[in-house]
């Protein structure tokens, strides 16, 4: 099932991002839910993207398994008939959730992004470009785009509630949630990224930036939320073609984004929300770019049919990967 607007859950609905929907299960939970939408320069397509949400979710689920016992994570279950055996008023909506729903502890979200940098793109070698530095702070000179970062740059930024998150200081992170908790969330960020990183590039495909939230979990504990090391939250470069001293093309969304570029430099799409249609062939090759991501990443197709599976397959599933 393909979609972009979800039919109501018997749930509080807590919050809607550009993909994704939060709704409130109790104090202690939040059930995510990732549809098939897809932006692109910051504009939210009309048209889903087949699998999407489920690549989303079941990439963050992933990791979180690889991660586990590094740290505290928000992931409680990301099967839809564990998340139904724990939340049984969401038994009629089955197919909906089936792949694309993450079952999590519930947070106190610290108000930072916790953004890594591994090579120079985006908002950061913009910055550079013009003055040289990354949120104020001089970075060494003569640097190109896409350069590679050793050690990735810990670059975190304030969460805005409208308009672009803006870069700041380690040291403003200090002052903003404390200087343990900053120290923290920096070393753990390094931590996932790096290992995230390292996975990645072994698989073909460069991670070059991510941003990570945490959140304090009831038992005060500093925990990883949110999406992880997806192509959403991330910069995902196919590593065959990278070539520092230029922007690289996107690994997910570049058949989207040339798309896009053609009908504006056509004068037939401005650039802002509506966007144009999207022809069939350019939905189809970007749910295949989603789709490849997942394999690559964790070395095994989609099960593009998650709702069939059992929960003692999917134990089953998670003993084989352990
Ligand atoms: N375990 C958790 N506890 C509390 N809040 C969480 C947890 N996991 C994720 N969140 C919050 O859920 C929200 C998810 O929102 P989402 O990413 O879909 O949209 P957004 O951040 O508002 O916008 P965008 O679509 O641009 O990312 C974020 O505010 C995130 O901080
Ligand atoms: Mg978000």
């Keep these: 099932m393909t979609i972009a ?18 709704y409130v ?10 549809t098939d939408r897809v932006s692109a320069f910051d504009v939210v397509m009309n048209e889903a993207i087949p699998y999407k949400g489920a690549v989303l979710t079941q990439i963050t689920a992933w990791w979180l398994r690889q991660l586990e016992g590094d740290l505290h994570h928000h992931m409680l279950a990301s099967e839809v008939d564990e998340i139904i055996d724990a939340v049984p008023a969401l038994a009629d909506h089955r197919a909906t959730l089936a792949g694309r729903s993450m079952l999590c502890k519930r ?57 672009h998150d803006e870069n700041i200081t380690p040291a403003r992170v200090a002052e903003i949630i404390g200087p343990d908790s900053a120290a923290e969330l920096e070393r753990l960020s390094r931590l ?56 690289q093309p996107s690994f997910d969304k570049q058949p989207l984004r040339d798309y896009l570029d ?12 509506p966007p144009p249609p999207l022809p069939e062939h350019v939905v189809e090759a970007t749910s295949a770019r989603y789709l490849d991501a997942y394999r690559r990443i964790t070395g095994a197709p989609l099960d593009l049919e998650p709702s069939r599976r059992t929960p003692t397959e999917g134990a089953k599933r998670r003993r084989e990967e352990s």
Aim: one cysteine or more; charged letters at 30%.
């Design 5 to 22: 607007q979800l039919a109501p859950l018997p749930l509080r609905h807590l919050r809607r991002g550009k993909v994704r929907e939060v």
């Design 25 to 34: 299960v109790d104090d202690d939970r939040l059930l995510l839910v990732a």
């Design 107 to 163: 947070t106190d979200v610290f108000p930072v992004e916790c953004v890594i940098r591994g090579y120079l793109s985006g908002s950061a070698w913009k910055e550079y470009k013009s003055s040289g530095t990354l949120a104020g702070e001089a970075l060494a000179p003569d640097l190109r785009e896409s350069e590679r970062f050793e050690p990735p740059l810990f670059s975190p930024a304030t969460k805005a509630e409208t308009g």
């Design 192 to 247: 996932v990224y790096e290992r995230g990183r390292d996975i990645a590039a072994e698989r073909g495909i460069i991670i070059a930036d991510t941003k990570f939230e945490f959140g304090r979990d009831g038992d005060g504990r500093i925990t990883l939320i949110d999406e992880v090391l997806t192509p959403d939250s991330s910069r995902f470069w196919p590593a065959e073609h990278y070539q520092p001293g230029r922007p």
């Design 262 to 273: 053609g009908e504006r430099k056509a004068g037939r799409w401005n650039g802002d929300a």
